[in-house]
């Protein structure tokens, strides 16, 4: 056991660090993140708007149009959002001027999305300002970030008299760059037809097919667990699939405003129902602990995590059992989510259990509630949001009694010592 411990030290765990430190992926999950608290809320709009409980949904309804005009408004937005987000962690993160880079990048992004009419005439489309453009948003983003920063190392900027307020003067630093970008843009869109949205979801169809499907989804929800058994947090993983994730999520509450047929199993709102009480589906360990540990080690340390863990917060037990680098834990700690996110992704994809259509819910809303909130009271998705929980208690059985076996024989040894000493 040691000699493995020490290989994943030795070996994986500096591979997971230098990903998870990378630039990009840093700006990538700052900037998503961001959005996220306004994705909630157009989130909540899409349930308020569709309530299943026909009375009150009666009662709601000339509220519809309010609750549309906020999901627009947000969700329907996201790449705009993400463009400008992009840019000002991107600005921090490259030490940029932040207002430059948002402006810049936003006005490119808006320029990316001007698509020639049937008239010949260009317009812009409001739709690639959403779901569709989100992709664009991040690449245009770093595209912005990466050529105002090699302007300015090569020194080629307008320069402006002393004694000229420094917004200004920095407004005209940018502008050739901004100059720069705006008109080999305009070239693809205008002369070329070029359209990146389409261009971008053709490069990244393996990515999507990979997480748009069983196997592929349960991989990454495995990844996220083995990358958090090493001790670092699991935002590294969860980052490079997050675009993809909000997408399908907002795509998939588009087609329910518009009474269209939702299409993805993989979206935000499924994940927190996998984590049932956190990365590594811990909740079920968390209830062993609680119900049924012989020692008393494991038995307060269950009932001090019960709390945090319904709530989806798992670092008590995490570090407290401990899980990270305790290879005893490592097969249920890996593929307890991987199962239960295969599983989710078959039930939802064969009609068994309905998919998400509110897909932005708070990370720590019970795993429950989730399943309840993200379908609109579907009971068969409620019912398995129970089951993944009482499936997460039988995988982690058989290792947790080994483990409360040998701390419960250390606390009998350590009392008779005591004992023996005290005599």
């Known amino acids: 056991m040691s000699t493995s411990t020490t290989y994943l030290e030795k070996h994986l765990m500096p591979l997971v660090t230098r990903v998870g430190s990378n630039r990009a992926l840093t700006i990538i999950r700052n900037a998503m993140c961001a959005c996220m608290a306004l994705l909630i809320i157009g989130s909540t709009s899409i349930l308020l708007s569709n309530i299943p409980w026909t009375p009150l949904a009666n009662l709601m309804a000339p509220a519809a149009p309010v609750f549309n005009a906020i999901f627009n408004s947000t969700t329907g937005m996201m790449g705009l959002l993400t463009a400008a987000s992009m840019a000002y962690y991107g600005a921090i993160e490259?030490?940029?001027?932040?207002f430059v880079s948002i402006v810049t990048s936003v006005s490119l992004f808006t320029l990316s999305q001007f698509q020639q009419g049937n008239e010949g005439e260009y317009q812009l489309n409001i739709d690639g300002l959403g779901t569709s453009g989100l992709i664009s948003a991040i690449l245009i983003g770093f595209i912005t970030l990466?050529?105002?920063a090699l302007f300015k190392q090569k020194n080629i900027a307008i320069r402006m008299p002393k004694g000229v307020p420094d917004a200004v003067s920095e407004s005209f630093t940018s502008l050739l760059p901004a100059l720069f970008l705006l008109s080999i843009l305009s070239l693809l869109v205008v002369i070329f037809?070029?359209?990146i949205n389409e261009a971008i979801a053709y490069v990244m169809t393996p990515i999507c097919w990979v997480l748009n499907s069983a196997p592929g989804y349960a991989l990454y929800h495995?990844?996220?667990?083995l990358v958090f058994f090493c001790g670092i947090n699991s935002q590294f993983v969860i980052g490079i699939a997050m675009p993809f994730l909000m997408q399908n999520g907002a795509l998939n509450e588009k087609a329910f405003q518009a009474g269209e047929q939702v299409m993805f199993a993989a979206t935000n709102a499924t994940d927190a129902m996998i984590w049932a009480g956190g990365t590594g589906a811990t909740l079920g360990l968390v209830i062993l602990m609680s119900l049924t540990a012989k020692s008393q080690y494991f038995k307060k340390l269950g009932r001090m995590s019960l709390g945090p863990g319904i709530f989806n917060i798992n670092e008590p037990i995490?570090?407290?059992?401990?899980?990270?680098f305790n290879l005893l834990f490592m097969l249920p700690f890996?593929?307890?989510?991987?199962?239960?996110a295969d599983s989710t992704y078959l039930l939802m994809q064969y009609g068994i259990i309905d998919l998400p259509h509110v897909t932005n819910l708070p990370w720590t809303m019970p795993a429950f509630i989730v399943g309840f909130l993200m379908t609109g009271g579907s009971l068969t998705t409620t019912l398995w949001s129970f089951m993944i929980i009482i499936l997460s208690v039988i995988i982690y059985l058989p290792f947790f009694r080994i483990a409360d076996k040998q701390?419960?024989?250390k606390g009998q040894q350590n009392t008779e010592l005591n004992n023996k000493e005290n005599n």
């Open 193 to 195: 037809h070029f359209n």
């Open 407 to 409: 701390f419960y024989l």
């Open 334 to 340: 890996v593929l307890t989510p991987g199962l239960i």
């Open 146 to 148: 990466k050529t105002l």
């Open 94 to 98: 490259y030490k940029q001027d932040v």
């Open 318 to 324: 995490i570090f407290g059992t401990p899980l990270c």
């Open 222 to 225: 495995m990844l996220c667990a």
